[in-house]
């Protein structure tokens, strides 16, 4: 599994003139070796793949790794890195621009003997971008996980239950599932609060009539998923109904469109158009979605200004919502997989519309 993935950065490699990579960031650390060490770096070159970790991880990377050699930097990273690249012949190395502070990437450019260094780019986000089986296998029991945590969050929907109550049984009960952890803040507000995507939980107690949008997402194993609901507490008025069957049928819409060789931006465009057709146009505030994997946000983008296309087996968090101030919103979110004939939820929390 891991020896394909270094194939395929090798390959990336040479097609942009360098024969050295030097990764760090934690998911791409993870992605090409397995090692869930906080700190590390590993250097692929054409002769060798080799791990560098501080001596507190050595155990930990023998154990988490096969097919690298374990650098303990008991005399400096630095110090290390060089000495494989000196002995590898290594001229050009790729390093990852998006991951470097200004201040790190100084210290690339002062202490590692090289001719060039240059920037990764999109390169490793495009190779995680299409998932393998392990991955998907990991994802597809992270989603009923997630599923599971809904279910729970859906009997703490009562008048009187604070927004903060729900997100902390919600990860308590997540975690004795086997979660992490979330894989972002979670979202789970009420009432008119609900027009705002983004807002933090609140000490607001539910009342009776209020919407209330819960958007969550787990870490397990390493990856992420994304998945959003809405629910009723006690009644839904006409206006609501309306509202949260155009996000439902926008949603539907661009699951059917997200499929293998789509545009992405003609994914995002579907659901605008729907919303618009119906009077919500002006109360779509963010994108269809993302690609979702070791990073809860990652390659593809689903929007307007995206020039990127689906492939089959690409992981995404795509939904669909509407809000207007004053009122509130409705949000719909699920963690899905790329196929020819469209985007397959893994996440399966039941999407008719909830009045508990």
Known sequence: MYEERVERLLAAMSARGADAALIASKENRIFLSGFTGDTGAIL????SRTLFVEPRYALQAAMETQGYGIVSTTGGLYNSINDTIISDGVKRVIYEDHYFTVNQFRSLEKRLRYEELIPAGDVMLRLRAVKDPDELAILTEAAQITDDGFSRVEQL??????????VFKAETHLKELGAEGFAFPPVIVSGVRTAMPSANPAPKELAFGDIVV????????????????TYFIGSADDEARNMYFAVLAARNAVLHEARTGSPCRSVDSRARSMLSERGYG?????????GIGLADRELPNISLQSSDTLCT??????????????????????????TPDGAVCLTKIPDDIAVL
Not at 157 to 166: N, P, Q, R, S
Not at 282 to 290: A, E, P, Q, R
Not at 313 to 326: D, H, L, Q
């Open 44 to 47: 692929i070159t054409e002769k």
């Open 157 to 166: 929907l009562k008048v009187g239950v604070t927004e903060k109550e729900i």
């Open 214 to 229: 819960v958007n969550m997402g787990i870490i397990y194993k390493g990856y992420c998923t994304d998945c959003s609901r």
């Open 282 to 290: 002006d109360g779509y505030l963010h994108c269809v979605g993302h």
């Open 313 to 338: 087996n690409m992981t995404v968090s795509i939904g669909v919502g509407a809000y207007r101030s004053g009122f509130g919103g409705i949000r719909l979110t699920d963690t899905a997989v790329i």
